[in-house]
Structure formats: C-alpha cells, structure tokens
C-alpha cells in the first residue's frame, strides 16, 4: 500500500512537472533581439534597418514590425525614409505569434541622423555696436534700426527696446520677480515671452509692452528657453533637442529634433527664423546652428569661440543672442556681453 502511494505521489509529481514545463515552453519564451544595438549604430535617412531576432525555444507563425506610424510584415522591406522615420527619436514594436496561440510584444526607441554632414558656416564681422552690459540677454531681435531684448535673471528681469548703436531705453518693462524672463516671438502685434521654470507666458501689446494675458504652458514644454516666429506659428526651445512649433493659441502643430550627421544637439537656446532656416545658439557653447524646421536636420554650424573669449567676462557670459537684420547679416551678441557684432554668414 505505501508502495502504491509513493508510486501514485512519484505519477502525479511528474505529470505536474510535464505540466509546467509545457506551459512554459508553450507561453513563456525567450526572444533575443539586437534593439538595444539599434541607437548606437548611427543610423541615418536612407539606410536599411539592421532589425535581428531571434527565439531558441518557440515557433515563430508570424511577425509585424510597427516603425513609427508604418506596419511591414518583412525586415527586409524596411529603409529609413520620409514615409516612415524621423530625424532624432524613432519607435520601434515587434509583434510576434508563436507557437499557433500566443503573441509577444517587444518595444525600443532609437536615434536617426541627419544624411548630410553639417557644412561650416563661416561669418565676417562687418560692425560693432554697443551693449548694455548688465542685460542677462535672453530674446533679442531687431526691426528698422531698432533692438527689443528681454533680459532673465530672477528680480532683474525686464524686456527693453532700443536703437541699434545706444545704450540707452526707449522702452523698457519691468517682470514680476517671481519671474525669470527668457526668450520670445512676436505675432500678431502681441509679444509672447516665455519664462523660465515658471511654465508661465506673458503677453504684452508689441507696440507700448503692456501686458495683456499670462497663461500657462501646454504640458509638451519641458521649460521656456528660447522662442521665434515662423509664418503664422511660433518655434520654442524648452532645454530639449527639440523645437516645438506653436500656432497663435499655443496648441502644438509639430517637433522636429536638431540632429546633425552624428550629433543630436541640445540645450537649444535663442532662436531666430531667417532665409527658411532656424538660427539657434546653444548654450554654454560657442556655436550657432543653421536647422532645416521642416526635418531639424542640422545643414550648417557656425564656431565663434574666439568672440566668445573676448567677451567671457564670468562663467554665465555665454553667447546668446540672434537677430536678423537682411539677407545674410544677423546681429550677434551674448548674456553680459558689452559689444553686438553685426556679421555676415556664408554656408561652405
């Protein structure tokens, strides 16, 4: 009897085990894929997407792969291009049906780059102007021999305007100090200015600075950095690599990413829209940036480290400061600088 018993415990035990191991050989299995290999292979538009995967203990039925918005049933078929990727972060999902009844989902993000190569922008300094310097610079643009800046800094921000050459205010506006002022776009006859952490925008009259409305940022903006004006949409930098396109109520039309041929590029800072193009200063960095605000492809950059020794007069002295005055000549100054170079830009 006893023997019976352990035989009879020794029958099930072993059904059981075959039971287990069923189920996991049939629901749980392992997929080995190269996805995390994906964001450091410097993938680029026009390239094939190097996708691998594979499974040593299921029966793969069929897969789809979702790239971004687009579905393919065969790596094979996929090249990254307009239809179906972007400049900066893609999103990747394989389906997988296995083993007749069961489906497993795996997900991954990856960076594409630019197809070109940033060209070099060179400039020549044609002028020099004076700059007050105690305007921590954060908007800066120019219109009929006229500057209209806002300058940060918590209790000393202020947005001021003035004529090209005078240190002197024509006009000038007092922020709040729970403010700290950073960079705007004008449209409409209305001047948004972004602040800082404060999630904040401030509408003031373009003409006399009175203010005319306060609201708060869509949840898409990380923090109010830099701000221009394209057409009828306003561009913002918030920190990111991104730059994010606004219409006149702040609803979000679309983001590029600025992304050179190897470089995806941060901290994007003051902006400017001229000849088609995004100018933008980074911080803390002695460049400006030439971006293509249909694709965020970075198509030139500019090194002005030498004007930015001159002018590094403490660690927050950083180039900032964009303003286009006609054809290739912009205005370039820099938070505390004491000079506005007026120069010429030429793409090699």
């Not at 100090?177 to 602040?195: I, Q």
């Amino acid at each position: 009897m006893k023997f019976f018993i352990k035989y009879k415990l020794f029958l099930l035990s072993l059904l059981f085990i075959t039971w287990v191991t069923s189920c996991k050989n049939d629901s749980d299995i392992s997929v080995s894929t190269n996805f995390e290999q994906l964001d450091t292979m410097g993938l680029h538009i026009g390239d094939k997407l190097p996708l691998e995967f594979t499974s040593s203990d299921a029966t793969i039925n069929s897969y789809t792969i979702k790239l971004n918005d687009k579905l393919y049933s065969d790596l094979k078929e996929i090249t990254l291009d307009s239809t179906n990727a972007q400049i900066g972060t893609n999103y990747l999902v394989l389906t997988l049906n296995y083993n007749g009844k069961h489906q497993k989902v795996i997900d991954a993000t990856f960076s594409v780059y630019s197809q070109e190569k940033e060209k070099e922008l060179t400039y020549k300094i044609v002028g020099e102007y004076p700059h007050n310097p105690e305007l921590f610079t954060q908007g800066f643009t120019y219109q009929n021999g006229v500057i209209t800046e806002s300058s940060g800094q918590y209790g000393k921000s202020k947005l001021v305007r003035y004529p090209l050459g005078s240190t002197t205010y024509t006009q000038s506006v007092d922020i709040d100090s729970k403010f700290f002022a950073e960079g705007f776009a004008v449209l409409n006859k209305k001047l948004y200015l972004l602040t800082w952490r404060e999630r904040t925008c401030l509408v003031f009259d373009e003409s006399d600075f009175k203010l005319t409305n306060q609201f708060t940022y869509p949840g898409s903006i990380i923090e109010g950095w830099g701000a221009t004006t394209m057409g009828k949409e306003i561009v913002v930098s918030d920190s990111s690599s991104n730059l994010k396109f606004f219409d006149s109520d702040f609803n979000l039309k679309k983001t590029v990413t600025a992304a050179g041929y190897d470089t995806i590029y941060t901290y994007l800072n003051e902006l400017e829209y001229a000849n088609g193009y995004i100018y933008a200063n980074v911080f803390d960095a002695p460049i400006i940036l030439v971006i293509n605000p249909a694709t965020g492809s970075v198509v030139a950059k500019a090194d002005f480290s030498e004007l930015v020794k001159q002018n590094k007069t403490n660690s927050e002295a950083v180039l900032n400061g964009i303003a286009h005055v006609e054809g290739n000549t912009f205005l370039i100054t820099g938070k505390l600088w004491s000079k506005i170079y007026k120069v010429e830009f030429n793409i090699k």
